[in-house]
């Protein structure tokens, strides 16, 4: 019997378990394939120290070069395994558990990487909206610390990057709308409404695209006016999108 995975997530005040576009990725694939598993909650300045603890390796470099350790990460007592990075935790799982559905399939990872980067390029501006509102819903001891290590990333004052009811913000909309639009572009390629990008099954990016737009429903709040604004963009293609994976 398979003994539940542990999951760790990042807590906050959002409405909805979980918040995080990137640990929503990891969170949608556990739930798509029907794998049990438990969540831990760990703040921004303790991730780091829980990585080492399960000695699992930065998954990259701050602009400083510090080593950066992020969330979500796995361990799975099945196998004794500990893991981070949603892509990675996704490849693992196809491997160790066949008898899921797969979310990277075979001789796509190639693909499924350049996509997920060129839909994130795309709608790039989705973080200076997001970003700002998701720090003033983090527990007081998560605040400094993402603040902090966002600044890095995007420069300048958080504060200042998208203020509500501003010009910028809205030209941030618009810009963000053209994105989602180019997306809609590729699943529609060659002629084709695709509701998925390999057609009826779900793929990991699928599932990137739906967490970064559950990750600003789950902030913004879906009773906002500019979550509905996005419901309503290309005929209501995304609020389909997030309807088919908000019950994972």
Not at 102 to 130: C, F, H, K, L, W
Not at 137 to 159: T, V
Not at 235 to 247: H, I, K, S, Y
Request: charged share 20%; proline share 5%.
């Amino acid at each position: 019997m398979q003994k539940p995975i542990t999951f760790y997530d990042i807590p906050s005040n959002v409405k909805g378990t979980s918040w995080s576009g990137n640990t929503l990725k990891t969170k949608l694939t556990l739930n798509y394939k029907r794998l049990q598993y438990e969540t831990v909650w760990v703040e921004y300045p303790l991730i780091a120290r829980t990585c080492q603890e399960l000695n699992v390796a930065p998954t990259g470099s701050w602009p400083d070069g510090s080593p950066q350790y992020t969330l979500p990460m796995i361990f799975d007592p099945n196998t004794n395994t500990a893991i981070a990075d949603s892509a990675n935790i996704a490849r693992y799982l196809d491997k160790t558990y066949p008898d899921t559905p797969r979310v990277i399939p075979e001789g796509s990872d190639a693909v499924q990487e350049a996509t997920v980067y060129a839909v994130n390029t795309a709608i790039a501006s989705i973080m200076r909206i997001v970003m700002p509102v998701a720090h003033q819903l983090l527990n007081d001891a998560s605040k400094a610390h993402f603040k902090q290590h966002r600044e890095m990333i995007l420069g300048g004052n958080m504060e200042e990057w998208s203020p509500l009811g501003s010009s910028v913000r809205a030209e941030q909309f618009k810009q963000l709308e053209k994105g989602f639009g180019q997306v809609a572009q590729w699943l529609d390629a060659g002629g084709k409404q695709r509701k998925y990008f390999m057609g009826d099954d779900i793929t990991f990016v699928d599932i990137a695209l739906a967490a970064r737009l559950l990750w600003m429903k789950r902030v913004l709040g879906d009773d906002s006016d500019e979550w509905k604004s996005v419901e309503n963009w290309h005929g209501g293609r995304w609020a389909r999108l997030v309807a088919a994976f908000e019950w994972l």
